[in-house]
């Protein structure tokens, strides 16, 4: 007998375990069935399960688990990420804690404690999935730095290396002066921060007491301008095009250029270029072959090796001295001193109070710096041509569709792709430097011997690249390197290319773009069919979560709270199309509800002898009862499939929440109630056989979201025998006799029923109180369905019976009107309608003052300007509430008759 109370934690890890130990989540390369293939967004070793997390393997697990039980030869590859600079930032922080530093350490010893570290330490987040029940393949788990994943980015690096497609090039990086690497912009965020603008006057060259004012929020790094640039069409500067600005401080002469990236709105007009600290400067520095000094080491301090020859003194503007003062200087230092001789020279016109959006190391938490150094780079340009040709013929497909124009957006206009990073924690660059500024890239340091020696004749001295590769580059080869590739395997062969991807519309180009890149270009093929985007997951007011606003919801403490089941049902329900999650524990709870609801209902029919029957046959049904429910399993397994075919997991959820909970556990199983309690019969009989039937076909239904309470409840009613719900077919349609007719049938009662229930709750009826139903302009059909339903009409609609009313409607009855008829209450005598009256229109005044007070904001092009997109759309969302309340409401005060 199952147990009165569910109680998930009971359950979920027995269950987990006996389903990994059976192999049941394992793919058979040798078998013929048709593959389905996912292969995991690789979380970072360093990482924990977040929401995010939760969310994005629920939906995985959903799909991996429906075609498991379709007969496909499911495949969800595990794995995890090196993360390069997250992973070198914990063990060097690791390491401060004994007294360490990495470079005290060197090199190879400490990679070796990062090994150590992940050993002991690394990869907990492969044990938190198993909390949330994914059913990875684990045996075939994969991480970025093994061996054979190794391998695979050697042998890209090389042969897109040997086909022009990597090279070394001088270019503006985001460089993190922290760790001193170079760093994707993924790896940078955005922060609004209180600074200045400093207003600054260069003096024209040859012209004594004119100067062009210059506005800057970085005045450290004016040592490095080359260039002053205004509009071309700015009538203030049209006789200063050409001629030469002096620079303050450092004294050299730098020309005034006319560029369109000079906004004669902004500032002054007029902006200093300073093309190795500044993206936008660069570009312009390109444009007018602008020279390109360095002026902040890698460290962020002042270097002044490529302007020392420069300096020039000039009287009332520039000090050599001073300058030299500043080397090895901290920036933010540097910027004090500079505002402070630039004031002492008179050349600072003004200081302004700014607001600026500064660039961060989202680890080291400090501003970036663009610096020009010398990197690695892919030619990213020629590799994405064939991955836009893909995604515009539709041989790789976006759900929902409109993220191709994201996608289109970025690889339209992609720049070079920086692929080193100045880590120790990594792939290292396979190229070894020798005599002559000569490079050699090989699969490794005997080959590259080898080609020295071919070059020069004699073994020479060779030096390995310091550098690593981005991490993003190893993750881009993860479809095809997990399994197996360069090496022709079983697995490369049967599931490449993958089916589906599932991610977060945050990482489309960083990673999704780079995986079609790669995969066309080494495998020939797309490495997925369908890229399937989710939202973000934020708190249940829609703002987004964060530690500093204490909205965070773990989702190891929500399982703990409400179960696993619950958990993934919500973020299934909730993962509507282009749309972000506003995730609230009220919808757990819900949720949990549900699965407990589930397992009563199941405890009931078990309690009243129903239990598996696989011997009963659903097309022998006679009784429109019988008919009813099994025919809505029958649209219930057709509907959910269709939203799973169609990536649509808040209406597979929606389906089965809607069938199961009303449909099944309210309807059915109170209308068999009295068959349950009577005598035995072919009724009886019946009525227990499609119970049995639907249970089995909910419980199947529910596996892939629900995978523990169903698993628990196949096995304890006798479904399957031995075999697990895991590997169970997937339901099918049965036939069913004049489904339309029982559906018309049971329909219609249901109606009847629900009309009357929700004119009572509104008029708040207790529901100890029972009245009789008055009906008007009923066919006869419908009073005959009545008729042959009453009991059941009587019990759950709390009437006393039915009188067919012909004449006026008489005072004091609530109505409401269900098809050509007119539903009564008299309900006069039991409630006080006139203050239900006075209620009802006391709660729509409310909501009338709600609107008006939205509206209200909603109209103010002050507040649309300045509120967040999820602030508007909260208050957009709260208007609609508030007119669906008070049209509910005018409904309500119609039904009530005078």
């Not at 002066?177 to 003096?203: C, H, M, N």
């Not at 520095?285 to 301090?301: C, I, K, N, Q, Y």
């Not at 500093?548 to 909730?574: H, Q």
């Not at 939205?854 to 967040?868: D, H, M, R, V, Y």
């Amino acid at each position: 007998m199952l147990d009165k109370a569910f109680d998930p934690a009971s359950m979920e890890s027995r269950l987990y375990a006996a389903s990994e130990a059976s192999g049941a989540f394992s793919a058979h390369p040798e078998s013929n069935a048709q593959p389905f293939t996912i292969v995991i967004p690789p979380p970072n070793v360093t990482g924990s399960l977040h929401i995010g997390h939760a969310l994005n393997n629920t939906l995985q697990d959903v799909m991996v688990r429906y075609r498991r039980m379709q007969g496909r030869d499911a495949l969800w590859m595990p794995g995890m990420d090196h993360a390069g600079i997250a992973t070198q930032m914990v063990v060097e922080r690791l390491l401060g804690t004994q007294g360490q530093t990495r470079r005290g350490l060197g090199r190879e010893a400490f990679v070796d404690r990062i090994w150590e570290w992940k050993a002991e330490s690394g990869g907990s987040i492969t044990r938190q999935l198993r909390r949330l029940g994914a059913s990875l393949d684990w045996p075939r788990e994969r991480f970025t730095m093994d061996a054979g994943l190794s391998k695979a980015v050697i042998e890209v690096f090389v042969r897109l290396h040997t086909e022009g497609l990597i090279y070394r090039d001088t270019r503006l990086v985001n460089w993190d002066p922290v760790f001193q690497t170079a760093i994707s912009d993924l790896e940078v965020e955005s922060r609004e921060t209180k600074g200045q603008i400093w207003t600054l006057r260069y003096p024209i060259e040859g012209e004594p007491g004119r100067h062009i004012l210059v506005a800057t929020t970085r005045p450290e790094t004016m040592l490095g301008d080359t260039a002053v640039a205004v509009h071309p069409e700015d009538p203030r500067f049209k006789d200063l095009i050409g001629k030469r600005a002096i620079l303050p401080l450092v004294g050299r002469a730098i020309p005034i250029v006319a560029d369109d990236y000079s906004d004669p709105e902004k500032g002054t007009g007029a902006v200093k270029i300073t093309p190795a600290h500044d993206f936008n400067d660069y570009e312009v520095g390109r444009r007018h072959d602008l020279p390109m000094p360095s002026v902040l080491d890698a460290e962020a301090r002042i270097w002044l090796d490529e302007i020392g020859g420069d300096l020039r003194a000039v009287e009332g503007a520039a000090d050599p001295d001073f300058v030299r003062s500043l080397g090895g200087v901290d920036r933010f230092e540097a910027r004090k001193r500079i505002v402070a001789e630039l004031e002492r020279l008179e050349l600072l016109e003004k200081v302004e109070a700014h607001a600026n959006t500064v660039p961060h190391g989202d680890r080291s938490g400090v501003p970036i710096e663009p610096r020009l150094t010398l990197q690695w780079y892919c030619d990213a340009a020629t590799l994405a041509k064939p991955a836009i040709e893909a995604v515009e013929t539709g041989k790789t497909e976006f759900v929902p569709k409109q993220w191709e124009n994201t996608f289109f957006a970025w690889m339209r206009d992609i720049q070079p792709w920086c692929i080193s990073r100045q880590l120790w924690w990594g792939h290292r660059i396979p190229a070894w430097y020798g005599p002559e500024g000569s490079i050699f890239v090989e699969k490794d340091e005997e080959t590259a011997r080898a080609a020295a020696r071919e070059k020069f004749g004699r073994d020479v001295e060779l030096t390995r690249d310091e550098d690593v590769l981005d991490t993003w580059f190893s993750s881009g080869l993860w479809p095809f390197s997990t399994l197996g590739w360069p090496d022709k395997t079983p697995e490369l062969d049967k599931y490449y290319p993958t089916d589906v991807l599932v991610t977060g519309f945050d990482i489309i180009f960083f990673w999704v773009a780079r995986m079609m890149m790669f995969g066309i270009h080494i495998m020939g093929e797309v490495p997925f069919r369908h890229v399937v985007i989710h939202g973000l997951v934020r708190d249940e007011k829609g703002a987004k979560m964060s530690k500093s606003k204490g909205n965070v919801l773990d989702p190891l403490e929500l399982i703990d709270a409400y179960g696993a089941d619950a958990v993934r049902f919500t973020l299934a329900a909730l993962a509507s199309p282009g749309r972000d999650i506003k995730l609230a524990k009220a919808r757990m709870e819900g949720y949990r509800a549900f699965a407990t609801k589930l397992w009563n209902a199941s405890r009931f029919l078990e309690m009243n002898g129903i239990a598996a029957d696989p011997a009963w046959t659903p097309d022998g049904a006679q009784g429109p009862l019988a008919r009813w429910i099994l025919d809505g399993a029958n649209t219930a397994i057709a509907e959910a499939t269709a939203a799973l075919d169609a990536f649509r997991f808040d209406e597979y959820a929606a389906v089965l929440y809607r069938f199961t909970w009303n449909s099944f556990c309210d309807w059915f199983i109170e209308f068999a109630k009295p068959v349950l309690n009577g005598p035995d019969g072919p009724e009886k009989d019946e009525v227990k056989g499609a119970a049995q039937h639907v249970v089995g076909v909910v419980l199947r239904l529910l596996q892939p979201v629900m995978p523990f309470v169903t698993e628990e409840l196949w096995t304890r009613l006798g479904y399957g025998g031995e075999a697990s719900l895991i590997v169970a077919a997937w339901p099918q349609a049965v036939p069913v006799r004049d489904a339309a007719e029982a559906r018309a049938e049971l329909d219609g009662v249901v109606r009847l029923i629900s009309e009357v229930r929700a004119v009572r709750a509104e008029v708040n009826v207790p529901p100890s109180i029972t009245t009789k139903l008055l009906v008007q302009g009923a066919s006869p059909e419908m009073l005959a369905r009545a008729g042959r339903w009453i009991d059941a009409i009587r019990r759950l609609a709390r009437v006393t019976g039915i009188e067919v009313l012909d004449g006026a409607a008489p005072q004091g009855v609530v109505q409401c009107v269900l098809g050509e008829a007119t539903l009564m209450l008299p309900l006069a005598d039991v409630i006080d309608l006139g203050a239900e009256r006075t209620r009802l229109s006391k709660d729509r005044a409310k909501a009338e003052i709600e609107v008006k007070k939205i509206n209200g904001k909603l109209g103010n092009p002050e507040f649309i300007a300045k509120a967040k997109e999820e602030v508007i759309e909260e208050n957009r969302e709260r208007l609609a509430d508030a007119q669906a309340e008070i049209a509910r409401l005018d409904a309500a005060m119609a039904r009530i008759a005078g």
